[in-house]
């Protein structure tokens, strides 16, 4: 069965439930806008059951049962935490996983009114999060890596999307990044996809933030990005001081990192535009507002 042949319903996801976890399979079952790797359905009112689709293999589920209920327990924002695993079967023959709710909407269809407070509660929860991992923690290759190992994608976006008017300011920035010093630091527990659609908000601010399958261990300024893809204008600085850790070369790193996903998000909302899978129109505008962003904080 193909990725394309698999379609799934709200009556697909009762019948696994059914079969696998059938004291659950009373609760209502709603489908979650958004997702593409994965997707989401609410299951009652303090569920969701996360269904494998787009991704070609089960490594970032797997890698949320494994490590989200190690993390989830020191860290100040609620994260979802899984409850329940699904396993390929007949009915369906990828992974699925049961996971508490995370209440809030999400940050590209919402926005972040109290911009201090949420500077702050973001230096707070990536200070609890960066912390040194464990051998045994998962890596990544390029979303690990230094912004060097990532020039070939950061090329693609720019010449797909950058504007004209701020193309030259653009690219001086990333060779910035690019002319920054490594991490020389241990390996730090990392989120590794920090953008609107990852986090929540509620009355205004940072609630919790979402989708972890691609947390590793490696370099803080992936995350630290964020100060300006998520952030609203004017608070990188605050976050900057409230998270106390990034010297000089992380926030160049950083600042370069937020430019190459706000120029992927700017390519995600132009394929939305033209109707191109996995496109997604509501990411161009904020991509936009994120890459005038790192231009002018």
């Not at 990005?225 to 204008?233: D, E, K, N, Q, S």
Request: hydrophobic share 40%; aromatic share 8%; net charge negative.
């Amino acid at each position: 069965m193909t990725d394309a042949e698999i379609e799934i319903t709200a009556d697909l996801v009762r019948g696994l439930l059914r079969e696998q976890h059938p004291d659950l399979a009373g609760l209502p079952v709603r489908e979650v806008a958004g997702g593409w790797g994965n997707q989401m359905w609410r299951l009652g009112d303090g569920l969701a059951v996360r269904m494998q689709r787009m991704d070609p293999t089960p490594r970032l589920q797997l890698n949320e049962r494994r490590w989200l209920p190690v993390l989830a327990p020191r860290l100040p924002l609620p994260v979802p935490t899984p409850v329940r695993s699904g396993e390929p079967s007949a009915r369906f023959p990828k992974h699925w996983t049961v996971m508490t709710w995370v209440h809030g909407e999400p940050l590209d269809r919402s926005s972040i009114s109290r911009g201090d407070h949420a500077a702050d509660t973001l230096a707070g929860f990536l200070k609890a999060l960066h912390v040194e991992a464990p051998a045994d923690a998962p890596v990544s290759g390029d979303r690990g890596g230094h912004p060097r190992t990532c020039t070939d994608g950061f090329d693609r976006f720019f010449h797909a999307v950058v504007p004209g008017d701020v193309a030259d300011d653009v690219r001086a920035v990333w060779d910035d990044a690019v002319a920054a010093p490594e991490w020389d630091g241990p390996p730090l527990w990392v989120h590794g996809d920090l953008h609107p659609a990852n986090v929540v908000v509620s009355y205004g601010t940072l609630s919790g933030v979402i989708d972890f399958g691609d947390m590793f261990a490696g370099d803080p300024a992936r995350d630290l990005a964020a100060a300006w893809v998520i952030l609203p204008a004017g608070t990188a600085s605050r976050f900057f001081d409230a998270y106390g850790r990034a010297d000089a070369g992380t926030i160049r790193r950083a600042r370069g990192l937020a430019a190459l996903k706000s120029l992927f998000l700017m390519l995600m909302g132009r394929n939305g535009d033209r109707g191109l899978p996995g496109g997604k129109p509501a990411w161009g505008p904020a991509g936009r507002a994120a890459l005038d962003r790192v231009l002018r904080d």
